[in-house]
């Protein structure tokens, strides 16, 4: 017979576990963004592969769990994907609420770009369902 405070989780666990999801999510994130450049950089066609959208979310998940802020200009600069398509598919990921751009406060001609509420939720689904594949 297992003893009824066997049953109490302390708070400190809880959240070590929840931690522990966002990092295994971050981790498949950095390695995925990681594959995606080794891949470009293996192909001698340049563009070939590209899936903008997904570059600049996974850049954006990745910062977000960094904490750090990541520039209109930077957005997915390894990607090699010319500034016009980018500046594009920020746009329409912006349309569609997945992403939103903020003026810095200090220096009025640079502005970031971050993940919304439901970017972030889209992420952690999509991170979420690819670990479980990976998953043994």
């Known amino acids: 017979m297992v003893p009824a405070a066997a049953f ?3 708070e400190e666990y809880c959240l070590d576990a929840f931690t522990d999801m966002e990092l ?10 990681a594959l995606r450049r080794k891949r470009d950089d293996a192909c001698a066609r340049k563009g ?10 996974l ?5 977000e769990r960094r904490r750090t802020d990541v520039q209109v200009s930077s ?13 594009r598919w920020i ?14 406060s200090c220096d009025a001609r640079r502005r970031y770009v971050r993940l919304t509420e439901d970017g972030r939720e889209l992420m ?7 670990s479980g594949v990976l998953a043994p």
Do not use: N
Request: include cysteine; aromatic fraction near 10%.
């Open 8 to 10: 109490f989780v302390r």
């Open 24 to 33: 295994d999510s971050l981790k498949l994130a950095v390695a995925l963004y």
């Open 48 to 57: 070939l592969f590209g899936e903008p959208g997904w570059d600049i979310l």
């Open 59 to 63: 850049d954006l998940y990745i910062a």
């Open 75 to 87: 957005v997915c600069l390894d990607a090699g994907v010319p500034s016009t398509t980018i500046l």
């Open 91 to 104: 746009a329409r990921l912006e349309q569609e609420g997945l992403i939103y751009r903020i003026a810095d």
């Open 124 to 130: 952690r689904t999509v991170l979420r369902s690819m």
